[in-house]
Each structure stands twice: as structure tokens, then as C-alpha cells.
């Protein structure tokens, strides 16, 4: 009899890994294939990234609190964040949608309301896609198309020891905007006259229910003649984040508790919920700002950018991963960031 191993043995990262080793390459204009946030394709004088994104109700989000809208927008917005990782610009999308009959004709044209919304916001093209039937409910899958100079490509693999470690933005909002939903939700089922205080969260539940790419990030980075080492987006948690720079480059990583970004909404949030809010920033997921490394020769350039912030350096990798507390005691980094199984 076969051996029957049970996904949630090998978690998501590790199934990707395990089929990744079963893909052969065909063609040599295949520069980049599983294994970064986007696929890199030679198209002669510039590489095109193509990244697909898949998101499930009941998994990745729930309608009795996420606006079809603002779903819409969101679905679009996760794979520019994938190109953005890339230090690519995106060109089309094409949206493929698997819907159950409870759904009207006016509740699909609202969920495109927002996917149109982010394809102006993103200057994307709608090109195609496909739309079947679902016996359980929404499905969206969204594949972006990008492109970039072959100079201007960033992978996760091309972190140096002494780089410095950069995020965009605040981190740990998402996962405190989540909770909120959720407590609020279990509020409402419990008594269907109550409705949600949800006026002073505004920041976080906007966070989670209507992330924004951040392609703002990617132009200033070329306005100012920066090219990241590595970069990733914060999909799954900063320590996850970096868990897998420091993997594909072969390096390892400080960073300082005292250099984290986080919004004082999500720490008194964090601290509502009995929560570490360092735990919040480093485990959090879905904050889609990005995570890159720069040589330290381009330090002066982005010194004095508001939004990006140093938080650590990459170091070599038998020093390991490791985490400065405010006391300055070393610990070594965890990464428990969102798990698929």
C-alpha cells in the first residue's frame, strides 16, 4: 500500500517545493520560474513577470463583512503587489471568477466596480479571463502581467552581507483589522440588533478589507536610481518575509525590535486583544508593503524617505536570524506567519 502524506505535514512552502522539483524548463526565454514572487520571461529587450493569485471565500475572506467592492479592488491589488516585488511595472490583468447561484447579476458588476477601480488606479488593462461555476462559493483568480528593464529586475536571491534591510509603510495593521472583523462579526451573530462599533478601527479594518500595492514605492526607488539587492512583498508575515530572503540567498539577518514599523492604532489594537504587538508586526500578514535590502551605498539616497524605514542588516549566514530586542538581547527569529494547511 502507498505511503498517503498529508499536506499539512509539508505546510504550503514545503508542497511548492516538493512539485517545484518535478518541473523541467523548456525554453530558454523562462529566466525566472517557480520559486519568486513573479515568473521573469525574455521578451528581447525587456523581461515581462507574469504572477497569478488565487483567492477563495471562507479561506482568504468572508462576504459577511468584506464589501464585494472592496474585494474586487483587493484581488487586483495583490498581484500588483507581486509585480511591484519584482521591481516591475504591471500592463494587464486578466480576472477568471467561479461563482455559486446565490450570486446576481448586480452582485458580480459590484465586485468588477472594484476590480475596474484598481485597474484605473494601477493603469492596468483588463485583457480576458473566464467565468465557470462554483458549488460552494466565490473563487477569484487574478493573473498580472508586468514588465521591467533587464537591469531593474529584483529577485529574493540577491541579498549581501552588510545590505541594510528595509520596509515600506506600517506592518502587523492587517492582521489587527482582521481581528476587529471577526470579534465584530461574532458580535452581530450573537445579536443580530447590534451594530459594529467599527468608527475607531477605521485605519486597520481598511488595512485588511482594501490593501494598497505599493507601486508609489517602485517609481520613487527608479526616480532616485535605486536598485533593491532582494525584494518580496509582505504577504505572509514580515518573518516569514525574511525567512525567505535569507533562504534564497544564502545569508542571514538582524533586525531591531525598536526599528518596527507599526501604526499606533494597531498597537493599542494588538494591546486590546492581549496581543505582543511586536508579534502583530512580525507575524501579521496581508500588509502588502514591501521588504528590500539596498547596498549601503544607496543609504544616503533614502535616507530621508518618510514611508521607508531600516529596520535591520544581512549578515553572513552562520550568524543566522536573529532578533534585537529593545533590551538588546539577541533571539533568535520565528516565523509564524499564515499557514495554507
Not at 125 to 134: K, N, Q, R, V, Y
Not at 282 to 308: C, Q, V
Not at 317 to 329: A, F, H, N, Y
Request: net charge negative.
Amino acid at each position: 500500500m502507498s505511503k498517503r502524506t498529508e499536506i499539512s505535514e509539508l505546510g504550503e512552502f514545503g508542497l511548492i517545493e516538493r512539485l517545484r522539483e518535478q518541473i523541467e524548463i523548456y525554453h530558454d526565454t523562462t529566466i525566472k520560474g517557480v520559486g519568486d514572487d513573479a515568473a521573469v520571461i525574455d521578451c528581447g529587450d525587456s523581461y515581462r513577470v507574469v504572477t497569478t493569485d488565487l483567492l477563495v471565500e471562507g479561506v482568504h475572506f468572508d462576504l459577511s463583512y468584506c464589501p464585494l467592492k472592496h474585494l474586487g479592488f483587493k484581488a487586483v491589488a495583490v498581484n500588483v503587489s507581486d509585480v511591484a516585488a519584482m521591481n516591475a511595472v504591471p500592463k494587464e490583468i486578466t480576472v477568471s471568477i467561479a461563482l455559486s447561484n446565490r450570486f446576481s447579476v448586480e452582485a458580480v458588476e459590484e465586485l468588477y466596480q472594484g476590480i475596474q477601480l484598481a485597474a484605473k488606479h494601477y493603469n492596468v488593462d483588463l485583457i480576458g479571463g473566464d467565468t465557470t461555476a462554483s458549488r460552494s462559493g466565490l473563487v477569484i483568480s487574478i493573473t498580472a502581467l508586468g514588465e521591467t528593464t533587464k537591469e531593474s529586475v529584483v529577485y529574493r536571491s540577491g541579498a549581501k552581507v552588510n545590505d541594510i534591510i528595509c520596509v515600506t509603510g506600517d506592518l502587523g495593521g492587517a492582521l489587527m483589522g482582521l481581528q476587529v472583523l471577526e470579534r465584530e462579526k461574532q458580535v452581530f451573530l450573537a445579536n443580530p440588533d447590534m451594530r459594529p462599533d467599527l468608527d475607531k478601527y477605521a485605519y486597520i479594518t481598511s488595512r485588511q478589507l482594501r490593501p494598497d500595492a505599493r507601486m508609489d514605492i517602485v517609481h520613487e526607488l527608479r526616480d532616485l536610481g535605486v536598485v533593491p539587492s532582494s525584494m518580496m512583498d509582505i504577504s505572509d508575515g514580515l518573518a516569514s518575509e525574511l525567512f525567505h530572503i535569507s533562504k534564497a540567498s544564502g545569508v542571514g539577518v538582524t533586525i531591531y525590535e525598536d526599528k518596527l514599523p507599526i501604526d499606533k492604532e494597531t498597537y493599542d489594537v494588538a494591546v486590546e486583544f492581549n496581543m505582543d504587538p511586536v508579534t502583530a508586526v512580525l507575524n501579521g500578514g496581508e500588509d502588502y508593503e514591501l521588504l528590500f535590502t539596498i547596498s549601503p551605498s544607496n543609504y544616503a539616497k533614502l535616507e530621508k524617505h518618510p514611508d521607508i524605514h531600516f529596520i535591520g542588516h544581512v549578515n553572513a549566514p552562520e550568524e543566522g536570524k536573529q532578533l534585537v530586542t529593545k533590551s538588546g538581547t539577541a533571539v533568535p527569529l520565528k516565523a509564524q506567519g499564515w499557514k495554507h494547511f
